[in-house]
């Protein structure tokens, strides 16, 4: 769904970016509530609202997704798929670095070795493009910190698209109305197939994220990861194929080092995990009277299955 999404935003037009964006905001907040309502989900507001600290990085992760949307918006509809969706490409190289410049984290040879490549793609796609590639540096850059400050509110992600919404509903719906006032609004003016299609941006935020909320708790972390990687993916042969989008040798060179860089990043990601089951494998046998659990016990280790257990 999220790498469809690019086919949705142009069929909002003529409203432009702002308003599609201030009716996303809008619409989410109301499908949210439903959702709330019907799951009864309703004691985390009591809690968080106890925590001034908690409030102020949903503030701060409103606004970062808002400045993520928008953009993402603009760039799909002023025909920058395929840069936008290098964005996304670069998200996991420049989540890498700030968890380095940051949280003070550790990186593995590999990893660092993938930023550096990552960091030479910019370069090569600056060159190609004759100026910085702005908007997919915004959509990283915004989508890694957005993800920064979801990690310190430690907010289920249902309830934190609630509370981020809730805090950009007031300001969205008051540019609405003076859009409104202006007699500039597209939703009232453009018949009831646009005015649905606007109300539809609630729904084309929300069940995507919910679905992924789903999936987070059960599907493993590391594939859940691989799986992300659909997205841009996508996005980028919409840019090419549907939206005919030109893709000269050298930007093909920036996105090929790209492309590298999270070969690396995916290659050493489940190297580490592969390392990490071993270990505990091997822990727990090492203790001795532990129950053997089957999936975790080496082959070599577990004991021989005689002829009549194998053949039941």
């Excluded at 935003?9 to 809008?26: F, N, Q, S, T």
């Excluded at 920064?148 to 919404?165: D, F, H, I, W, Y």
Aim: charged residues 10%.
């Amino acid at each position: 769904m999220w790498g469809l999404v690019p086919l949705f935003w142009p069929l909002l037009k003529p409203a432009d970016a702002i308003e599609i964006l201030a009716h996303r905001m809008v619409w989410s907040l109301a499908l949210v509530v439903v959702v709330l309502l019907v799951m009864r989900r309703w004691a985390w507001i009591g809690e968080l609202v106890r925590q001034p600290r908690r409030l102020g990085l949903i503030a701060v992760a409103a606004v970062v997704i808002t400045v993520n949307w928008g953009v993402y918006i603009w760039s799909v509809n002023s025909g920058h798929v395929v840069e936008a969706s290098l964005g996304y490409f670069i998200n996991p190289l420049v989540t890498i670095a700030m968890g380095v410049l940051i949280l003070k984290e550790r990186l593995r040879r590999p990893q660092w070795i993938a930023v550096g490549i990552g960091a030479a793609a910019v370069v090569v796609l600056t060159v190609g493009y004759g100026r910085p590639p702005w908007i997919s540096l915004t959509l990283a850059f915004s989508f890694a910190t957005y993800g920064l400050v979801k990690k310190k509110v430690n907010l289920g992600g249902l309830e934190s698209l609630a509370a981020e919404t809730a805090v950009q509903f007031l300001p969205a719906l008051a540019y609405l109305l003076w859009l409104s006032g202006q007699g500039r609004a597209t939703f009232g003016s453009g018949g009831p197939a646009h005015a649905a299609l606007l109300a539809a941006t609630g729904v084309v935020t929300a069940i995507p994220l919910i679905c992924f909320g789903g999936a987070a708790i059960r599907v493993p972390l590391s594939t859940l990861g691989l799986l992300q990687y659909l997205a841009p993916v996508f996005q980028f042969l919409l840019g090419i194929v549907y939206f005919h989008e030109a893709m000269p040798p050298e930007r093909w060179a920036g996105f090929a080092l790209v492309w590298l860089a999270l070969t690396i990043l995916t290659w050493d990601a489940l190297r580490t995990a592969r390392a990490a089951r071993r270990a505990l494998a091997q822990a727990i046998t090492s203790v001795p009277g532990t129950p053997r659990v089957h999936g975790l016990i080496p082959p070599a280790q577990r004991e021989p299955r005689t002829p009549e257990a194998q053949g039941s």
